[in-house]
């Protein structure tokens, strides 16, 4: 029976069809036409958690006090790890009691922040394209949103000089993620001194995602809001254990930073969840303290793929940016077509998964993005099928649908 009196409140209405639900309608589709999907589409790394965390919660189940409800703010242990692994990586310290918060994943951080402190009307500053919870977060607050146009002749850098004077003056909130999902871009240590004194001059809250701390290459090293001086007075940093650890199922990431800023946070989160599973609390603790040696094993295979995947595409006609991290690879379509039709065309005739590039906002229109999610042997298949089908940069040489 439908119920056509009920409607969904305003705030679920307004929200445009997130792109990675119908991405996934798409491929249930294509797998009943009986396609060998090659699925680079989200970034979902493939495989296990390393095997000491799975021990490790396998252990933490056969502890009867795990059952419960674990407590609001973490385990103390897991808090403790998160400031200890701080502490090494960054040379930053926390209080775990006040400046470190688990989360159900940092996709529920980084909404549930913006409901914390977005009221309606409030204006809030986010990149376009960006990770849709940067926006879509606010959103759902009825926060208004000033889109930051990011550009590749930026590098992908938020230009602060674009923001004009009056909407920084209301602006009560900005979220940043630099290494970027999706452009791959990163950002120098300047860059983070220059937005932690333009939150200063505006008094504006930072939000900085650091989803891709660990997965950069060439000796890189992404850095924290946290290093800068005056950062962690005005600001909150997210990270998870999605994508270094292959724990985007078990739903673990972390929110540190300010501890006003946090407290805002978890009164919320009090009063809609307990927190994360107490046995995967004491999991995710073993995994911040791998050694580096896996965290060098992880960076080598994206290294690898990235590599591997440019080299391919080169030949192919596309000049793809060698992203110093992340996931993923920022690929230009051809001129003219627009990232949901290239993406629609490479899916029906290859089988291989793209996300459009305006899942991120109108900025990634003309751009699809390719995570670095399958081996080196399922990726060479890729680029196998996309030769095969003439799919190439040259727009004339593009197969019609
Ligand atoms: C920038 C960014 N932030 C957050 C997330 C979500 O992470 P989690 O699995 O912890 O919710 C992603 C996932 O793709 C991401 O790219």
Sequence with gaps: ????????????????????????????RA?????????????????????PVIEAAKHALHIADNHGYPPFEGTANFRKAITQWYLRRYDVKLDPNSEALPLLGSKEGLTHLALAYVNPGDVVLAPNPAYPAHFRGPLIAGGKIHSILLKPENDWLIDL??????????????FFN?????????????????????????QILLVHDLCYAELAFDGYQPTSLLEIPGGKEI?????????????????????VGNSTIIQGLRTLKTNLDYGLFAALQTAAETALNLPDSYITEVQNRYQKRRDFLIDGLAELGWTVPKPLATMYLWVACPPGMSSTDFALTVLQQTGVV????????????????????????????????LKEANIRYQPDLLPTV
């Design 354 to 385: 793209l996300t459009p590039g305006n899942a991120f906002g109108s900025g990634g229109e003309g751009y699809v993005r390719v995570s670095l999610i399958a081996d080196c042997d399922r990726l060479g298949e890729a680029l196998r099928r």
């Design 235 to 255: 600001g909150v940093e997210f990270h998870t254990l999605s994508k270094t650890y292959n724990m985007a199922g078990w739903r673990v990431g972390f929110v």
């Design 161 to 174: 000089g674009t923001i004009p004077d009056s909407v920084a003056e209301q602006a009560k909130v900005l």
């Design 1 to 28: 029976m439908t119920l056509d009196w009920i409607n969904p409140a305003d705030r679920v209405l307004q929200l445009p069809p997130y792109v990675f639900a119908r991405l996934d309608e798409l491929k249930v």
């Design 178 to 202: 630099y290494p970027s999902n999706p452009t791959g871009a990163t950002a120098p240590r300047e860059f983070f001194e220059e937005i932690v004194a333009f939150a200063h001059k505006y």
């Design 31 to 51: 797998r009943e036409q009986g396609l060998d999907l090659i699925d680079l589409g989200m970034g979902n790394p493939g495989g296990p958690a390393p095997e």
